[in-house]
């Protein structure tokens, strides 16, 4: 179930990319979609109207009935089909029926989805707001639920990377304005109390910090009161700079590490959040 969930969240996306291409009005202009779909209602109902009449005009006069209108084809929209996809994207992200090797498949599939969504149409205006904000905010508390669920303690590394990836995206779009939200992500982010796990690999338990603790990073960046201690940042950023320095010095040569290497991917924002937050002055020497 896990990989048909996974080849389905590929060709939405990749639905999502082509629908720009297609139609600039399925992602740039939703009033002008909704106005489509409407005024094809009302040319149905019309035609439905135009029907009656003449049946009755038929019955009245004794003629043979009048052939029924041909149902026309309603235009279709990606972006208004966008909240639907994205409060199943949620559900899915937050799935607790089935066993836990494929929860977490299917968990992980969901918050990619949700990260797919978001980037594509989470810019869209909602046609009902007369202020133009953005067509997905009435699922702002269930994106933000997602996030959350994704980043409690014992999460796989699968949902860490996704969840990644969905936190930026809503960040971008802005469509979790609430401060309170992104800190109690952070402060959940940053929680290691997993480093017990005696089931995981020493690898998976790395990645798990750095991911953890990238996250809780890259919201601190954007919010400096989110409550996480500078320390973790500090202690992640000279890991990374152990890392680097080792392999300047390596027996054979300068060489880089890996560009997969899950702390060197988190060492950018936790580098900047170890020097921008409280504290980070001291580190700067170093």
């Given at each position: 179930?896990?990989?048909?969930?996974?080849?389905?969240?590929?060709?939405?996306?990749?639905?999502?990319?082509?629908?720009?291409?297609?139609?600039?009005?399925?992602?740039?202009?939703?009033?002008a979609?909704?106005?489509?779909?409407?005024?094809?209602?009302?040319?149905?109902?019309?035609?439905?109207?135009?029907?009656?009449?003449e049946?009755?005009?038929?019955?009245l006069n004794k003629?043979?009935?009048?052939?029924?209108?041909?149902?026309?084809?309603?235009?279709?929209?990606?972006?208004?089909?966008a909240?639907?996809v994205?409060?199943?994207?949620?559900?899915?992200?937050?799935?607790t029926?089935?066993?836990?090797l494929?929860?977490?498949?299917?968990?992980?599939?969901?918050?990619?989805l949700?990260?797919?969504?978001?980037?594509?149409?989470g810019?869209?205006?909602d046609?009902?707001?007369?202020?133009?904000?953005?067509?997905?905010?009435?699922?702002?508390?269930?994106?933000?639920?997602?996030?959350?669920g994704a980043?409690?303690?014992?999460?796989?590394?699968?949902?860490?990377?996704?969840?990644?990836?969905?936190?930026?995206?809503?960040a971008r779009?802005?469509?979790?304005?609430?401060?309170?939200?992104?800190?109690?992500?952070?402060?959940l982010?940053?929680?290691?109390g997993?480093?017990?796990?005696r089931?995981?690999?020493?690898?998976?338990?790395e990645?798990?910090r750095?991911?953890?603790?990238?996250?809780?990073?890259?919201?601190?960046l954007?919010?400096?009161?989110?409550?996480?201690?500078?320390?973790l940042?500090?202690d992640?950023?000279?890991?990374?700079?152990?890392?680097?320095?080792?392999?300047?010095?390596?027996?054979f040569?300068?060489?880089?590490?890996?560009?997969?290497?899950?702390?060197?991917?988190?060492?950018?924002?936790?580098?900047?959040?170890?020097?921008a937050?409280?504290g980070?002055?001291?580190?700067?020497?170093?």
């Amino acid at each position: 179930r896990g990989n048909r969930l996974a080849a389905a969240v590929r060709a939405a996306r990749c639905a999502l990319d082509e629908a720009d291409d297609v139609d600039a009005r399925q992602t740039r202009d939703v009033r002008a979609a909704r106005a489509a779909v409407d005024a094809a209602a009302k040319d149905a109902y019309k035609a439905a109207r135009r029907f009656e009449a003449e049946a009755k005009k038929a019955v009245l006069n004794k003629l043979p009935p009048p052939p029924p209108p041909v149902p026309e084809t309603r235009p279709d929209f990606a972006v208004l089909r966008a909240p639907a996809v994205v409060g199943a994207a949620c559900a899915q992200a937050g799935a607790t029926v089935g066993d836990d090797l494929g929860l977490d498949g299917v968990r992980a599939a969901g918050l990619r989805l949700l990260a797919a969504v978001v980037e594509t149409c989470g810019a869209a205006p909602d046609p009902d707001d007369p202020n133009g904000g953005p067509f997905l905010a009435p699922y702002a508390s269930q994106i933000s639920a997602a996030l959350r669920g994704a980043v409690a303690p014992g999460r796989p590394v699968a949902q860490l990377r996704a969840v990644v990836d969905a936190a930026d995206a809503a960040a971008r779009r802005g469509l979790v304005p609430d401060r309170k939200t992104w800190r109690r992500l952070a402060v959940l982010a940053a929680d290691l109390g997993e480093a017990d796990d005696r089931v995981a690999s020493r690898a998976a338990l790395e990645e798990r910090r750095c991911l953890r603790i990238g996250l809780a990073a890259r919201v601190a960046l954007r919010d400096p009161d989110a409550g996480v201690a500078n320390s973790l940042f500090l202690d992640l950023a000279r890991d990374g700079a152990a890392r680097l320095k080792a392999a300047r010095a390596a027996p054979f040569g300068p060489s880089k590490p890996p560009k997969d290497d899950p702390l060197v991917r988190a060492l950018p924002a936790v580098v900047a959040a170890a020097c921008a937050l409280k504290g980070g002055a001291e580190f700067l020497p170093d």
